[in-house]
């Protein structure tokens, strides 16, 4: 089955310890990128990246890493979260930029 | 890069055409405009996509003015799974993609 997997799906952790989310496809996607959702706030982009080894910032990239060593994976680093990463997070893949995003279930961050 | 500008909600009865307009008027030449949907808090999903002519697949169709600076989203027959967010998004040409506020649609029987 065609999917976008992000693991794990739910997270409480500590401010500074470091975390990663991962997020997998299965489609041979090239393009994959991270997104916040908050209250208010609607879905903002992290990064993106459209190959393997090029990622870009988004609109809200503080905070955070990603590294496209393959192109299945795109994880998202927090070195040091923060309460204010208390997030919903999304990853997403398409073909290209041009097409429809495939976005994973979501994984909800809880920073204390 | 575009900016869009949804109504916060609107309702529909069930059954009846549901139009949702976006306005995007400082679209670029070369930028698509994308709908998604997101029911709760689960992970958007895609609905359909253009860049100046209409376009109609299983799910929705989209209309698109001639000067590009709004479209509308016309879902035929809402049902009450229709109910969700629905998000006009522009694309820029290095793949960065806004979402806004988006419309809350609820379908009521």
């Known amino acids: 089955e065609a999917q976008v997997t992000q693991n794990p799906r739910y997270l409480i952790t500590v401010t500074g310890k470091k975390l990663t989310v991962t997020c997998s496809q299965n489609m041979n996607h090239e393009y994959m990128s991270w997104y916040r959702q908050d209250p208010g706030l609607g879905l903002r982009q992290i990064y993106y990246?459209?190959?393997?080894?090029?990622?870009d910032k988004g609109d809200v990239p503080e905070g955070y890493k990603v590294s496209r060593k393959e192109k299945r994976n795109f994880p998202l680093i927090l070195e040091s979260p923060s309460p204010n990463q208390t997030s919903l997070y999304f990853c997403?893949?398409?073909?290209?930029?041009?097409?429809?995003?495939?976005f994973g279930p979501g994984t909800r961050l809880t920073v204390l | 890069d575009a900016k869009t500008t949804q109504p916060p909600s609107m309702d529909c009865a069930e059954g009846r055409a549901a139009n949702l307009p976006c306005n995007h008027s400082t679209i670029s030449g070369n930028e698509y405009v994308y709908w998604y949907r997101q029911i709760h808090s689960q992970g958007p999903q895609y609905i359909i996509h253009g860049l100046k002519n209409n376009e109609t697949n299983e799910m929705a169709s989209l209309i698109i003015t001639e000067d590009r600076k709004s479209s509308t989203l016309i879902l035929p027959h809402a049902t009450l799974r229709d109910t969700a967010v629905y998000y006009c998004i522009v694309s820029s040409i290095r793949g960065k993609l806004q979402f806004g506020a988006g419309t809350q649609v609820v379908v009521t029987p």
């Open positions: 990246s459209m190959n393997v080894e090029v990622t």
């Open positions: 997403a893949s398409s073909f290209d930029r041009y097409n429809e995003q495939f």
